[in-house]
């Protein structure tokens, strides 16, 4: 069980175009995602936080403009790179968590994503 | 501030017991986390600890002591594939988790 998916794995794009990534949590129904964003040898960072039907939140120095998230159901979660540069080459990863606020984050396999 | 610690790098020799210690300063506690996280890969749970005392499961514990603000979790009969970078994370009184930035375990025959 808490089965996250994160769709695509790898992406390879050029300069100013936009990228979207998809999460899905497969056999739960996730009342908040998360976004994060790793560069390599780095800690984890938290982006935003998303709840099903309600904008997301983001976290301070994250542009809301540029890093568009929707969740529009209990299962699916996106967030688009807008106008992504190579400084936004990273790995973005999803979590997904169910109703209880307390409850354990389950983590996305992560998207590579390479601007070039 | 919000702070978690945990040591940046250790060693460990294949079959052998590891501890990796955690202490925390949070604003209000609801429990801790622990994951890991294999290079280039997303992190994976492992174990949650929100009352005191010692969480077993199979070759990895989980301590935790609330009112130290420490959380250890300790690994037995040692793999190679053991060899990870392991997450503390503190979930506070906003139900925020708050992230230490992970200790890397290298496991040498």
């Known amino acids: 069980g808490a089965v996250v998916s994160q769709h695509p794995s790898w992406v390879i794009c050029k300069s100013g175009t936009s990228v979207k990534i998809e999460c899905r949590s497969l056999?739960?129904?996730?009342?908040?995602m998360f976004w994060y964003r790793q560069f390599p040898k780095q800690s984890l960072m938290l982006m935003a936080t998303s709840n099903e039907g309600s904008k997301a939140t983001y976290e301070q120095g994250v542009e809301k403009d540029k890093f568009l998230i929707n969740h529009a159901s209990l299962t699916l979660s996106t967030l688009t790179v807008t106008s992504a540069h190579p400084e936004d080459s990273s790995f973005y990863i999803c979590?997904?968590?169910?109703?209880?606020?307390?409850?354990?984050?389950?983590f996305g396999p992560g998207t590579r994503l390479l601007v070039l | 501030g919000q702070n978690i610690d945990q040591p940046t790098e250790m060693t460990a020799t294949e079959g052998a017991i590891v501890q990796i210690n955690c202490t925390y300063q949070t604003s209000g506690f609801n429990g801790l986390f622990w994951y890991q996280q294999h290079a280039g890969e997303a992190p994976t749970f492992l174990s949650y600890?929100?009352l005191d005392g010692l969480e077993e499961k199979g070759r990895f514990s989980s301590f935790l002591s609330r009112s130290k603000g420490y959380s250890y979790l300790l690994l037995k009969e040692l793999q190679m594939k053991d060899s990870a970078s392991y997450l503390c994370a503190v979930m506070d009184s906003n139900y925020q988790l708050i992230w230490g930035a992970g200790t890397k375990l290298i496991i040498k025959p």
């Open positions: 056999d739960f129904q996730a009342t908040t």
């Open positions: 600890n929100v």
């Open positions: 979590s997904a968590r169910g109703a209880g606020a307390a409850e354990t984050q389950y």
